[in-house]
DNA sequence: GATGAATGAGCGTTCATTCAT
DNA sequence: TATGAATGAACGCTCATTCAT
């Protein structure tokens, strides 16, 4: 019945899980149950618990650090940035479940070893978007435009719309924003 | 010893553990060993753990509340809007650590009963915000401009600079895109 | 407001809450919000919770052994047994809340001091009433028709009739049951 | 070591302190140490303190149930009820220390899942036993006959002399009471 | 005559984890 | 590939009890 695809269904119904109801609330036997297998079946795929969250981010560290090694061949202009911004966007898309996970469990993921790798590779990407130099109003600009990409995909559940859309929406939003950063400074 | 304190520094100690790592993760026994108290102690002064929290955000309410019931009482134009944002900027000034405690905890509070509550209000905050009738992109201004003041109190750590002026100029650039948001729509 | 009457009122309560909910799982604090006390009134009160228990008895240990006194200066006939049944009854009567939490909290009484002194008087009216040379079968009659007094006084609740009858009715079989004994045993 | 018999063993020492030392004052603490094993292993093979409890009442429920559909088959006459009395004296030889520990801990019971659902059990004999019109006396009679059969296996510690003699003698004065009760009504 | 504040011990329960099979 | 059985540590919580005021 179950091929070699039980690692992956671990995987799915974890993610799907912690991100419901948070990591620390999920249990081991939660996702087991979820699966139909026992708490030990999973032992024998991952580590620890917090191996599963890592394996879970492990699809993504690689596009992030592609953006950032990009990014560092580029010339620091209002150009590179917006590309920058669009890019990230995409990647947001693709793991937007994992990233709804970071963002409601940030007190949890701090405590984890992957919390910080992560918050490091946010702070590559705040430098790389960053003005340091200019006045505040307008730095404040610039990390809200990565933020708001993040709160964006989820916290704006209010607004109906298609995703693909709000997407876009929000990535105009955060471009514009930055743009207006730059008024000035080049 | 401890006269009628105690109560209030199990708060304190409450919020401050709270907040560093999480609200699952503190124990009731870390509280009490940091204040040199039994766990029983602690229970003395409040009938749950979750009732130590409900309890951090007992003085929040209210000023939420007058916020939301003055807005209710004005014209909904861009005018008392930016006064909106204005007053929640300075609710969130005297609430800071627990509004940091409430977006690094997203996926506990949603299982918490003051969670919900506190979703409400900031729901009919989005209502006396948003345009509910403008394109996709002006609604996402609108929702942002509010998370953006969520998010800049507390993740925008990178930025050194007097929390005060901070703050305003968050304020100001929530205060730009709602702005922006209304051009064209009265 | 209160006057001299808390002791008395506390030992109400207790009694009450106990019989209804079984000694172990009434705490001394649902006695003292009953009341609206604090628990450490009835601290002032009463030495223990066990304490409570014994002066709920006090009034009953009396009655009961006057009857076993009067029982032993005797002769050791049918029509004294008669006698002992008709005025064990009516001591019933008077402590019927209390029999009943005896009866319901065996368990229990057995590991409190009151208990064993009870199981003692109840042993000497066994002793009293029993025919030791006789038959099992006549030997059970005895021992029946003392504990089918106790049972009949709570556990007949679906009988429903006057209380006072139906204790009559329990007497009346009780004895009954006893005199069967002592057919051909004088 | 010890293989598929772990959970038996719980059963079985379960019981002894439960009717030993009531249900509330043994802890699990307690039936895990007699074992030699930890709390925790008490929880994989039950779910909780009370399904301990559920579980051994399990094998009880059966004939019972089998008793009392076998007796609505029957005409509601003398000659049915005797045998009714004679079969549950069967029931109750073979659970004895699971009636005790009923008997013992009434309190309990009644706030227990599975002491409803006995109750319900007792009640129903009580209505096959039971003369519902006759005179009060004939009534308690009836019921009499079957508590004492409850009393009479365990209370009557007193009367030593070998169980099997015990209960058959406890048999017969229950069933005489009820023929006692029925002279007349048929 | 009673309270406010606290304690120490213990409870039932759950957890992540281990390991022989 | 997985399970059955178990563990040790911790958790949130409640209890009877104490004592200065």
Redesign the pocket.
């Known amino acids: 019945m ?3 695809n ?1 690692r992956q269904r671990i995987q799915e119904v974890a993610l799907e899980l912690f991100a419901a109801r948070g990591y620390e609330k ?4 939660e996702i087991a149950e979820h699966l139909g ?5 999973l ?3 991952f ?4 191996d599963i969250v890592i394996s879970l981010f492990e699809d993504l560290g690689g596009p992030c650090d592609e953006l950032i090694a990009w990014a560092s061949g580029q010339p620091s202009d209002l150009e590179t940035k917006l590309e920058v911004l669009r890019r990230y966007s995409e990647v947001l898309k693709h793991a937007a479940p994992l990233f709804r996970f970071m963002q409601e469990n940030q007190a949890t993921m701090r405590e984890l070893s992957i919390g910080e790798s992560f918050k490091g590779r946010l702070m590559k990407l705040l430098d790389i978007i960053q003005l340091p130099d200019a006045e505040l109003s307008d730095q404040v600009r610039c990390s809200a435009s990565l933020f708001t990409m993040h709160a964006g995909m989820f916290t704006m559940q209010t607004i109906e719309a298609d995703p693909e859309d709000k997407r876009l929406a929000v990535l105009e939003v955060a471009q514009e924003m930055l743009t207006t950063a730059h008024k000035g400074h080049d």
Chains 1, 2, 3, 4 share one sequence.
């Open positions: 179950s091929r070699g039980t999920t249990s081991l036997r297998v026992t708490k030990a079946a032992y024998y795929h580590k620890t618990k917090e």
